[in-house]
C-alpha cells in the first residue's frame, strides 16, 4: 500500500521546509534561561511560595510563619527564586517584600497549577 504525498511530506526530516518550521523560534539564551526558570520553579517548596505570592506581597516573617519553615529556609528559598528573576522585593521600613516580578511569573503559576488540576480531574474520571 502506497502512502500518500501528504504523509511523506509530513515526516521528512531532510525537507528545508520541515526542518525550518522545527527549529526553534528563539534565541539559544533565552531557551537557557526559560529552562533555568522551570528548575526553580519545578521545587515543589518554591512553587508553593511562588503560588503564595501570586496573591500579593508579603515579608520573609509571614512566608515563613504561613508555612511553618524557618527564617533562613525561606530566606534561602527566596534568593532561588530572586536570582531567576521570578520575584521583586522592596523595602518598607526594617522589612523587604516580596512579589511576583511580573505578570508573565504569574502566568506560570496559574497555567502550570490549572494544568495540574486538570491532568488529575482526567485521571479519576478515566
Request: proline content about 4%; charged content about 30%.
Amino acid at each position: 500500500m502506497k502512502a500518500n504525498s501528504k504523509e511523506e511530506k509530513a515526516c521528512a526530516p531532510n525537507d528545508p521546509e520541515h526542518r525550518r518550521r522545527l527549529a526553534p523560534p528563539v534565541e539559544e539564551s533565552a531557551i537557557e534561561m526559560a529552562a533555568r526558570i522551570f528548575r526553580a520553579m519545578g521545587d515543589p517548596s518554591r512553587l508553593r511560595t511562588l503560588a503564595m505570592l501570586a496573591q500579593g506581597e508579603a515579608c520573609v516573617t509571614e512566608i515563613a510563619a504561613a508555612t511553618k519553615e524557618e527564617l533562613s529556609t525561606i530566606s534561602q528559598r527566596l534568593r532561588v527564586l530572586r536570582a531567576e528573576n521570578l520575584l521583586m522585593r522592596r523595602r518598607q521600613g526594617k522589612h523587604v517584600l516580596y512579589s511576583l516580578a511580573d505578570q508573565h511569573v504569574a502566568g506560570l503559576i496559574f497555567n502550570a497549577l490549572a494544568h495540574a488540576t486538570e491532568q488529575r480531574q482526567a485521571k479519576t474520571k478515566g
